[in-house]
């Protein structure tokens, strides 16, 4: 992939350890700082936790953001900010965890990647209410020219 070109990838961002607003928030300064442009935020939503029981309720958005990176590197920066932010450890074969922040990748231009750290688009998107509705959402703001920070 040429470098230098731009790319749209939706985010999702989900937090439910800790000010899950602000680090929310934080995770998205430091894409900002890290992948690209956020080019809009979708609302923050609080949900239950998915797959597993937890006490800690989940605060969720989607972010759609301009960058310059391959799938491949968006996924190794967005697993670094999660270890920045203090995650220690990842979902692994559907056993999920608390967590300060969570960061998926859904979608990336139109292409597809399935290989076995990463699979594009999400498999898992469109059955999770936390993801699907602040995703729809975001897609609806772009057909209508609402955009994050204007």
């Given at each position: 992939?040429?470098?230098?070109?731009?790319?749209?990838?939706?985010?999702?961002?989900?937090?439910?350890?800790?000010r899950r607003?602000?680090?929310?928030?934080?995770?998205?300064?430091?894409?900002?700082?890290?992948?690209?442009?956020v080019?809009?935020?979708?609302?923050?939503?609080?949900?239950?936790?998915?797959?597993?029981?937890?006490?800690?309720g989940?605060?969720?958005?989607?972010?759609?953001?301009?960058?310059?990176?391959?799938?491949?590197?968006?996924?190794?920066?967005?697993?670094?900010?999660e270890?920045?932010m203090?995650?220690?450890?990842?979902?692994?074969?559907?056993?999920?965890?608390d967590?300060?922040?969570?960061?998926?990748?859904?979608?990336?231009?139109?292409?597809?990647?399935?290989?076995?750290?990463?699979?594009?688009?999400?498999?898992?998107?469109?059955?999770?209410?936390?993801?699907?509705?602040?995703?729809?959402?975001?897609?609806?703001?772009?057909?209508?020219?609402?955009?994050f920070?204007?």
């Open positions: 992939m040429n470098s230098h070109l731009r790319h749209d990838t939706y985010l999702a961002l989900g937090s439910n350890l800790g607003r602000r680090n929310i928030l934080r995770a998205v300064r430091l894409i900002s700082q890290h992948v690209g442009q080019i809009r935020l979708s609302d923050l939503i609080y949900t239950e936790p998915w797959g597993y029981q937890s006490e800690h989940y605060v969720n958005a989607v972010a759609r953001v301009s960058t310059t990176l391959s799938p491949q590197q968006l996924l190794a920066v967005t697993q670094h900010i270890r920045l203090g995650r220690t450890e990842k979902s692994v074969n559907g056993i999920y965890h967590r300060v922040i969570d960061i998926d990748i859904l979608l990336y231009d139109d292409i597809t990647v399935d290989t076995p750290q990463l699979k594009i688009p999400h498999p898992l998107m469109m059955q999770r209410d936390f993801v699907a509705i602040p995703l729809r959402q975001v897609i609806d703001d772009e057909k209508n020219n609402v955009l920070g204007c």
